[in-house]
């Protein structure tokens, strides 16, 4: 298993527009099983158009923003009166955000600036000029509610290559994006556990 993250009951968002980030809702979709799986991958493949030229660094800037959301949570969480009750998500954030800091580390070790540059992005979808291999990554943890294992992103990734080839460097990418798109997911549900924390408190 690469990764079990706190399941979400929200509807899913495949990308970061322009708003507050407290209307982005978590990455999820309707589940897919594996043969679902398999023809999703197929439909977006077919549905993908690539667009020519290089992209700007936005993963890497989402990434820095992704931990500053993380790391003010966790400090609301240390400065919540021992009187009132810790939710399970947020005691289960404060006793793994060390692992997951280690995944932010590795995200940034191996995705230089340069090297996401020269990474395909796509024509179409929002928003225009997302790279390719994480808008694939971003759908599978959408339909399998983050629920991640090895064999399931191969399957995918090998439907996905039935219909549209992926470069070498987005091969090698998978990973990475992989750890950018459930870091997203988190932080995404790290915001909904914040604003709840925040109506109660003010209930």
Do not use: C
Request: hydrophobic share 45%.
């Amino acid at each position: 298993m690469l990764t079990k993250f706190p399941r979400s009951k929200t509807a899913p968002a495949r990308s970061w527009p322009r708003r507050s980030r407290a209307r982005e809702l978590p990455l999820r979709a309707e589940l897919f099983g594996v043969e679902q799986l398999a023809r999703h991958a197929q439909a977006i493949a077919a549905q993908h158009k690539l667009v020519a030229g290089r992209t700007s660094a936005r993963l890497l800037t989402r990434l820095d923003q992704n931990e500053k959301v993380l790391r003010a949570f966790n400090r609301a969480t240390l400065a919540v009166d021992q009187s009132r009750r810790v939710t399970p998500a947020a005691e289960w954030l404060l006793d793994n955000f060390y692992l997951i800091e280690d995944q932010i580390q590795l995200a940034r070790r191996h995705l230089p600036e340069q090297y996401s540059r020269e990474l395909p992005r796509l024509a179409n979808g929002s928003p225009v000029g997302f790279l390719r291999v994480y808008d694939i990554v971003l759908e599978l943890i959408a339909h399998v509610d983050a629920q991640i294992d090895a064999d399931s992103l191969s399957a995918f990734v090998a439907a996905y290559q039935t219909v549209a080839p992926l470069k070498l460097g987005e091969l090698w990418a998978v990973p990475i994006m992989l750890r950018l798109g459930l870091i997203e997911n988190l932080a995404r549900i790290t915001t909904g556990l914040a604003q709840g924390r925040l109506d109660r408190n003010l209930a």
